[in-house]
């Protein structure tokens, strides 16, 4: 019967981080001992403050459908947050509140993209982005980067991958999977470029921001060449661990926010009220509390650097935010091991799965075919049990 299916969604890619989570889950019911490090999941709870919140809200009897671009109190929060953590002005008009980043970004594309458009991805890039492109008829361009320059595309490399069929370019800083932050003069040298190209846009994911170990997060739409044609996408599941609340959020031109939420009033309308709610209180906090989070990340980035250095054919970059390294491990390429032959890094994440029981994602997910995606969000127990395992099983 799945020859009825629609060519769209037959040529549409699984999500691997998803995918790699569902076999763990598999292997788990079988009685095994699987480390998960394949999801982008912060394992902390959320803070007190934003439960309560939240319990203030049902109490409140908050029900009802909300408006399809949010709450006009949490549109306001977003604004001061734009305004107080990126040097970014908006208006209530620019904002758009979505049920999660990924819906965001799925109702950008919408808008924005017409088929045979090109879109510009900086390898690596996070899993969704080259196929919600696809599903709009849209051409993924891949600039490739490597350890060597942080996993960072400059100026240069940015101005050769333009077309004449160049719509836009994405990107995320922190970057999810190599959390590579773009510096000040990075950013300014890629809006430098982009200045001459004035029908060329940018979305700039920023949902890691505050997991960010340099400080001082610098968004490109602050930089006055390039900010007319920026939609900065941001959300709360990763700096707040609210990953299941599902609230997202882009300011973009006033034109696109528009036609954002023509889309979402089609498709989803409004997000769930009490989440919003919770968000109000989550975005006017000052981020200094939940600094803790963003420490104990810190922390065990510079645990499991450590151990992986241990490792032979692990080569790291340091990566300076979000909760992800991204090792090359190219080295073990066409080894057998115990009669497992690695061929590439799907195999080396199968390998690892399924014989060190430690999820990860292959980096073939990401774009960049050399690496595999290890995920720190989990106690420094579990980390120092899976690199363990890892090691034992690449020793043999």
Request: with cysteine.
């Amino acid at each position: 019967m799945e020859k009825f299916l629609s060519e769209r969604v037959k040529n549409l890619a699984t999500s691997q981080t998803l995918a790699m989570a569902a076999k763990a889950r598999e292997l788990r019911s079988e009685g095994k001992d699987v480390i998960g490090l394949s999801l982008g999941e912060p394992d902390f709870n959320i803070p007190d403050f934003i439960k309560k919140a939240a319990k203030d809200a049902i109490d409140q009897n908050f029900n009802s459908y909300t408006p399809v671009d949010g709450y006009t109190d949490l549109k306001n929060a977003i604004i001061n947050k734009f305004k107080r953590d990126n040097n970014l002005i908006f208006s209530p008009s620019q904002i758009v509140v979505s049920t999660g980043a990924k819906q965001a970004l799925y109702n950008i594309a919408s808008v924005l993209i017409n088929p045979g458009d090109e879109v510009i991805l900086p390898c690596p890039y996070w899993v969704s982005y080259a196929d919600i492109i696809k599903l709009k008829g849209g051409i993924p361009v891949e600039i490739k980067t490597n350890i060597e320059n942080d996993f960072k595309m400059t100026g240069e490399q940015l101005k050769s991958a333009i077309t004449n069929n160049t719509k836009m370019v994405w990107f995320s800083s922190p970057c999810n999977p190599s959390g590579s932050v773009y510096s000040s003069n990075e950013l300014e040298e890629i809006s430098t470029v982009l200045e001459s190209f004035k029908n060329i846009f940018v979305v700039s994911d920023e949902i890691y921001e505050h997991i960010n170990y340099k400080g001082g997060h610098i968004s490109i739409g602050a930089f006055n060449k390039i900010k007319e044609r920026t939609i900065t996408v941001n959300g709360v599941s990763k700096a707040f661990a609210m990953t299941g609340w599902r609230i997202g959020y882009i300011g973009a031109p006033e034109w696109i926010a528009r036609a954002c939420n023509k889309v979402q009033g089609q498709v989803t309308s409004g997000a769930n009220c009490i989440a919003q709610r919770a968000v109000i209180t989550a975005l006017n906090e000052n981020p200094e509390k939940i600094k803790y989070m963003v420490d104990e990340f810190e922390s065990r980035r510079n645990l499991i650097l450590e151990l992986l250095g241990n490792i032979i054919g692990f080569n790291c970059n340091v990566p300076d935010g979000a909760f992800y390294v991204f090792p090359d491990i190219s080295f073990y390429f066409g080894k057998n091991i115990n009669g497992f032959e690695i061929k590439n890094a799907s195999d080396m994440s199968m390998f690892l799965l399924e014989k060190a029981l430690v999820a990860t994602v292959t980096g073939d997910a990401f774009g960049n075919p050399n690496c595999i995606r290890i995920s720190y969000a989990a106690s420094k127990e579990q980390i120092i049990k899976a690199v363990d395992r890892i090691k034992a099983a690449l020793e043999k």
